[in-house]
């Protein structure tokens, strides 16, 4: 098992990725600490690892808010008594995100608080226990549009993962000899419910499957393969790393016909 003896922290694990990444590390062996806005979709997730015979604990938390990333930390030390892996995947995509002159200031500012701040106080209070820990692996969920622009915009949605990768790759240089690892994961169009809600039609779809050249969506699963590597020994050389995995969006010019 990969994850043997290792205990995990997934924020918006109740959904997507997080879930998907839930059930692996568990079966991998780690004890889960299942992270989420939604109770439902929480439990659910616990339910779901624990019949597999996995061990998940499910904390109800903001990650906007201070106080509930420090108790979901502490959550995790007092329940599994350390945390070596920190998985700040929470994000939010707002139907009314748009351009610049369209964005609200609210949008714009909850979009930073969720996907920006919380994965800035996920460090704050998680790292002093990968300290005490004596080391472990940060996974931040940017997003291939950190690095792409589109004539389809999220102006707040795209800044906010763009602040992703730019704080990951700085705490990575801080704390590289700490034995402590932070990569920026990069999904690239995914048929989750986030991106399914805001591609809503078979247009926006095809508008947007154009550009990837494997020409379909990832699944969530094949981002938590990748979690996996970040989150394992096996990726203990791999730290400050924009960690795409996008079916070619970022590499293509002219896709496929
Ligand atoms: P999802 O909507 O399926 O899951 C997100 C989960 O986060 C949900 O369970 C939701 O309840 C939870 N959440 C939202 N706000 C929260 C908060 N304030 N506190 C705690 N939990 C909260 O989405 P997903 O596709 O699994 O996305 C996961 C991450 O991957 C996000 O950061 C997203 O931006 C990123 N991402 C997604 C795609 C894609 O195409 N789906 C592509 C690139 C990056």
């Not at 329940?79 to 998985?87: E, G, H, N, Q, S």
């Not at 200031?105 to 002093?128: H, Q, R, S």
Request: some cysteine; proline content about 2%.
């Amino acid at each position: 098992m990969r994850l043997k003896d290792k205990v995990a922290l997934i924020t918006g694990a109740g959904s997507g990725i997080g879930y998907r990444t839930a059930r692996l590390f568990a079966k991998e062996g780690a004890a889960v600490v299942v992270v989420d806005i939604n109770d439902e979709g929480g439990y659910a997730c616990v339910a779901d690892v624990e019949t597999a015979g996995g061990t998940a604990t499910f904390v109800k938390a903001d990650v906007s808010r201070a106080s509930d990333c420090e108790y979901m930390i502490a959550a995790a030390e007092a329940t599994y008594d350390k945390l070596d892996i920190l998985f700040n995947n929470a994000g939010i995509s707002h139907a009314a995100d748009d351009d610049a002159i369209n964005t609200s200031e609210a949008v714009w500012d909850l979009t930073m608080a969720v996907n920006v701040k919380g994965v800035f106080l996920g460090c704050k209070y998680g790292i002093p226990a990968l300290q005490r820990a004596g080391g472990g692996s940060i996974i931040n969920t940017a997003s291939f549009v950190a690095l792409l622009g589109a004539a389809t915009p999220q102006l707040a949605y795209t800044a906010s993962k763009g602040a992703v990768l730019a704080l990951s790759r700085e705490l990575a240089v801080i704390h590289a000899q700490e034995n402590i690892r932070v990569n920026a994961l990069c999904p690239g169009p995914l048929r989750t419910e986030l991106l399914m809600k805001y591609l809503d039609t078979e247009e926006k779809k095809r508008r947007r499957l154009v550009h990837i050249p494997m020409g379909r969506f990832g699944e969530a699963e094949e981002i938590a393969k990748a979690a996996l590597y970040l989150a394992s020994d096996e990726s203990s050389f791999v730290t400050g790393s924009t960690f795409l995995v996008d079916g070619g969006i970022t590499a293509a010019y002219v896709t496929p016909e």
